[in-house]
């Protein structure tokens, strides 16, 4: 990378809604059973948010944890991204409402849209700031609360997505740690094999898009689950071979989480230790931007988060969006 300044990510802060939906309670909600989505997805349960409960509430939580974790002031910021694809509303940006919500003055931001490689775009377009020296910190959140958008009748979907938000906060780093490389990629060919048609300026809201559904997700499974596996394995391969790195290197490896299959494939392709592998989706579903940093939280709590550890983020998502992140974590 050419940036003069190095960058770490020096707090991580994590938040999930506390109500849970159990593999149990959709079994009662669509024809599903506890067996196929744990085959099938790996996840058990997920969290989801009571009524009135936004993205911008959850995100807020995560960005507290981690400006505590640090001992700054939300006024101490100079900048608030926040990854999402489901804003509060389509403005003010969430990230206005976030601000607004810790009280951080003097801050400016904005939303980042990737669905599900938003939080490693955000993060890659904070530590550009950060490189460059014309930030010291900014705040990069990834925030979701996908129960807004998932039609609850649909067993192919609403198995899969939960709620949850996580934030870390980038710094200039004094020595050879933080933020190595960053491959991303994305493909619009992909844009119908996962997306929400109803409510933009295509198809704006209308009695009609509601009946016909179109404000939740829609998705071909399949088409997804194949990209997700070629991809995610191809991009992780050539950030590692450009480093030097083999896959056997990688001390935790947090993966988006969609599918613990497309986890488990890419792993096995790069030739990953299995315990280097960080897995949360049993807990959690996929919560969209919130997955990577709440997989951070996992790896640091299975004590696979050391100073110097070396960490490879990857992610694929709707649009089709991919992404991959090499790290030294630094503190
Ligand atoms: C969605 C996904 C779990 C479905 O798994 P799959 O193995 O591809 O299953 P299929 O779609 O082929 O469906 C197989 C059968 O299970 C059924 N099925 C689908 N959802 C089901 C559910 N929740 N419970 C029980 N059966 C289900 C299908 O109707 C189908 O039945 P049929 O054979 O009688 O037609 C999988 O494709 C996937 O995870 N794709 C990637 C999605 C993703 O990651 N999205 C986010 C990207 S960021």
Known sequence: MAETQRVKISALGTYVPPRLLTNADLEKMVETNDKWIIERTGIRERHVVDQGVATSD?????????????????????????????????????????????????VWGFDLSAACSAFVYALQAGTQFVATGAHKKVLVIGADVMSSIIDYTDRATCVIFGDGAGAVLLEPADDSLGIMDFLHEIDGSGGCALYMPGGGSLHPSTHETVDKKMHYVHQDGQAVFKFAVRKMADLCDQILKRNNLKGSDIDAFIPHQANQRIITATADRLGLRPESVIINIDRYGNTTAGTIPLAMETARQEGKLKKGSLVMLASVGAGFTVGATLLRWAY
Do not use: W, Y
């Open 58 to 106: 959850l995100a807020t939580e995560a960005a507290k944890r981690a400006l505590a974790e640090r001992g700054i002031a939300p006024s101490d910021l100079d900048a608030i991204l926040v990854a999402t694809v489901t804003p509060d509303m389509f403005f003010p940006a969430t990230a206005c409402l976030v601000q607004h919500k810790l009280g951080a003055k003097n």
